[in-house]
């Protein structure tokens, strides 16, 4: 009995230890695979810290230099405005310095006024009566006057005008401006016609107007069919002008 009792203890440790052995074998198996496993691993997991820190670090890095970045944009922006600007401004003063040059002959149109001669008295031409004129102003090239005509240089557009103080009593005054071009043929230009009062016989006969003339045209002013005619001689009374308008 005992010794079938010792027998059987004997089977079972045998039996235990080759199940022992099995198990260690195969824990060692796991085991040497989990190392390759983990071997094979590692490099990985150096890495990937690695690369998260320097990601993290040129992240960091990144997040410092875009102020600086911004910033130097910001700068340059700022200059290549201002420089825009200073262009821009420059081009603008060199546009109207051009303009003034170019406006200056512009400007300073062609003119002409001529004034009574205080020192004269009218006198008749044929059918008309002449008033004497004294240049009281005159600007540019394009007209000039001899005696009592004005003379165009250089043909264009003009404002002609013309103004008599008649002082001659109960009757119909007025004047006419005309031209004469090299064909020597006469243009009523403008016209004027006042009626005058039998007293205090001071009346002011004022016409104007645009018209085309050519080089060498003649303008006068006179009274037709008025021999006697009365006429203020002040300057401020009795003028004739011209002024070119282009």
Not at 84 to 90: D, G
Request: aromatic letters at 6%.
């Amino acid at each position: 009995m005992l010794y079938h009792a010792l027998l059987l203890v004997s089977t079972l440790t045998v039996s235990f230890s080759f199940f022992l052995v099995y198990k260690v074998a195969v824990l060692e198996d796991d085991i040497n695979k989990l190392r390759g496993d983990i071997s094979n691993l590692k490099p990985h997991s150096k890495e990937s810290p690695d690369g998260m820190i320097t990601g993290m670090s040129r992240t960091w890095e990144r997040s410092k230099e875009v102020p600086s970045l911004n910033s130097q944009q910001q700068r340059q922006t700022e200059k290549d405005s201002q420089t825009l600007c200073s262009s821009t401004a420059s081009s603008l003063r060199m546009k109207r310095e051009q303009a003034g040059c170019r406006g200056g002959t512009v400007v300073q149109q062609s003119f002409l006024q001529l004034s009574a001669n205080t020192k004269e008295q009218p006198f008749v031409r044929g059918n008309v009566t002449v008033i004497p004129w004294i240049v009281a102003l005159r600007q540019g090239e394009a007209i000039s006057s001899t005696g009592d005509r004005i003379i165009i240089q250089q043909e264009g557009f003009f404002i002609v005008f013309g103004q008599v103080l008649f002082q001659s009593p109960g009757t119909i005054m007025g004047h006419v401006v005309r031209s004469r071009g090299t064909d020597q043929r006469s243009t009523e230009l403008l016209r004027c016609l006042q009626e005058m009062p039998q007293t205090n016989c001071a009346n002011t006969c004022h016409t104007g107007g645009m018209v085309k003339l050519e080089r060498e045209d003649e303008l006068e002013l006179v009274i037709p069919d008025r021999p006697q005619a009365q006429v203020s001689m002040e300057a401020d009374s009795t003028f004739f002008g011209i002024m070119r308008l282009n």
